[in-house]
């Protein structure tokens, strides 16, 4: 992830030669190991009846509802990751890094146990679910906001721990000049800190949103299917598996090319303008 | 060992020929090839060796009951069971995977291997059946009440057989269902109920069987137009053509629909 961009120093290093043989076949082994199989899918696709199986509307559908919810779930991470990680980084929490590790396990959890953990919580007979339904007659699964929920869930973690690194990796003298100029801390965190951080978090939101996007497992397992309302791209992708593989590749190649197309476009215009405003 | 996957199947089978192969006599301790069978076996024939049977998901629990009484019925034999959704175990014996035996959970499925299969019966059916939460939230009597969008229900997608059969039960009895959700298979759709998040599934009637106390079961006279046929057939390329009769003969016995009637099967 990008730290602290700060001392950027002048290329005195010889740039010349070739990159070390034992870095270059790793490297490019790791490279071939992540694209071969998705030039597998491409070779594997039905091309002549992509267009037929991507133009009808249960698939424009699931789509639509995909984008609108992976962008809720990124702005949601935003807003409540970006503080998450400050107060990790600086806020001299007691047991910081047990909180810190409380942060991450959702990463590893299984997403279907992420899934059976809020219906634990917000389920009908959840911990709090119960008392929803109870007092407002409020119910989440099975609705659009439970499909937010679960994406955020499973994709906060990669903001608030890239957000996390690249506080951690900041040289503190900025903030500190900025304390004994006589600024509070709000105002250093708004106007020195969250500047600096910017690349990272824009890195984080990005990762987050191709998270959110491909959120399966806790999606189906907390928010249900239903088409229009819960039904994502990936529980869109796994059902036409059961029936036709070859429309469920189509549909994967559909999610690919516009996951690919929003990161190339976020990471090429949006996170270099927010780079380059530091 | 007895259900070990296919690998171990596949192995047998290799250790078995090479036995055969090698002829280096027929009484090998606990696994007697053809020739020494006939005077070597107990009381029951020339039932003996390996028997693999692929079958539907579905009949998972009564068909390892099974093995267990065949087992004991023919010392001589080791029952290999690999269970999955039916239309891929039809797939595998049509790419010729070593089978003696293969049961799927609809007519349909029977029929994508009709070449590689001799005779198949029909031998026991599954219908739907309404579950709900143990104590019945919402007050659930009968399949008219998933017209009620008030109350949340779950069905299978109609991407798998259950959810396919829902459909069908719902268009002979002329009702718009408000479902909540259309869950991924039988299992979650049941466990929906089971948990309390729905006021009431669609499920197998096996399945509503299987969960016992924790659901409480509703039947419907519309079940009866989407019923799933179990069909079992022996394999034309059965490498154990003896044993894989004996199969079909427990399966189609009285003691065997004794097991699928305890499991909420229905016989033909």
Request: proline share 6%.
């Amino acid at each position: 992830m990008t730290a602290a961009q700060g001392g950027r120093r002048p290329g005195q290093r010889a740039r010349s030669g070739r990159p070390p043989l034992v870095l270059l076949v790793p490297g490019l082994a790791a490279l071939i190991f992540l694209a071969l199989p998705l030039l597998a899918l491409l070779v594997r696709a039905p091309w002549s009846d992509l267009v037929e199986i991507v133009a009808t509307g249960p698939v424009a559908q699931a789509l639509w509802l995909s984008l609108r919810t992976a962008t809720t779930a990124t702005l949601v991470s935003l807003v409540l990751g970006v503080p998450l990680a400050w107060l990790l980084a600086r806020g001299r929490l007691p047991g910081g890094g047990v909180v810190r590790a409380l942060v991450t396990l959702p990463m590893v959890l299984p997403p279907v146990v992420g899934g059976v953990a809020l219906l634990s919580l917000l389920g009908r007979r959840g911990l709090l679910g119960e008392h929803l339904d109870a007092w407002f007659g409020i119910t989440i699964p099975f609705t659009t906001s439970a499909v937010v929920l679960a994406q955020t869930f499973v994709s906060l973690p990669f903001l608030v721990l890239s957000v996390d690194g690249a506080l951690r990796g900041l040289d503190r003298r900025y903030e500190d000049v900025s304390a004994t100029l006589g600024a509070s801390r709000w105002t250093t965190f708004r106007r020195v800190t969250l500047p600096m951080v910017a690349p990272a978090v824009g890195a984080g939101a990005v990762l987050c949103f191709a998270r959110a996007l491909g959120e399966f497992g806790a999606t189906i397992t907390f928010a249900g299917n239903f088409p229009g309302t819960t039904r994502t791209m990936p529980i869109a992708i796994y059902l036409a598996m059961e029936q036709s593989p070859q429309a469920a590749i189509a549909l994967s190649i559909v999610l690919v090319a516009i996951s690919a197309l929003v990161l190339i476009l976020l990471r090429s215009r949006w996170l270099t303008a927010l780079g380059s405003t530091t | 060992m007895r259900r070990g996957r296919r690998a171990g199947a596949v192995l047998a089978a290799v250790a078995t020929a090479v036995l055969l192969a090698s002829c280096s006599g027929g009484t090998a301790d606990d696994e007697p090839s053809e020739p020494a069978a006939s005077d070597a076996a107990g009381p029951t024939d020339d039932v003996t060796g390996d028997l693999t049977v692929f079958a539907a998901a579905s009949l998972q629990g009564v068909f390892e009951e099974l093995a267990t009484t065949f087992e004991e019925q023919h010392p001589g034999v080791t029952v290999t069971l690999n269970f999955a959704a039916s239309s891929a175990l039809a797939e595998q014996v049509n790419a010729g995977a070593p089978v003696d035996v293969l049961a799927t959970a609809s007519a349909s499925t029977m029929e994508q291997a009709a070449a590689e299969v001799v005779d198949p019966v029909e031998f026991a059916s599954n219908t739907l059946v309404i579950v709900t939460p143990s104590d019945n939230p919402g007050a659930v009597t009968g399949l008219a009440d998933f017209a009620d969008p008030d109350r949340t229900f779950a069905v299978c997608a109609v991407e798998v057989p259950c959810g396919a059969a829902a459909e069908k039960v719902f268009a002979a009895a002329g009702i718009t269902p408000a479902v909540d959700t259309f869950a991924e298979n039988v299992t979650a759709t049941l466990n929906l109920a089971v948990s309390g998040e729905v006021d009431a599934s669609l499920v197998y009637a096996t399945d509503a069987q299987g969960a016992g106390d924790t659901v409480t079961t509703i039947t419907f006279p519309e079940s009866s137009e989407a019923v799933n046929d179990n069909l079992i057939a022996a394999a034309a390329q059965a490498p154990n053509a003896s044993a894989a009769r004996a199969w079909l003969d427990l399966v189609l016995s009285d003691e065997g629909a004794a097991v699928l009637t305890a499991a909420g099967f229905d016989l033909p």
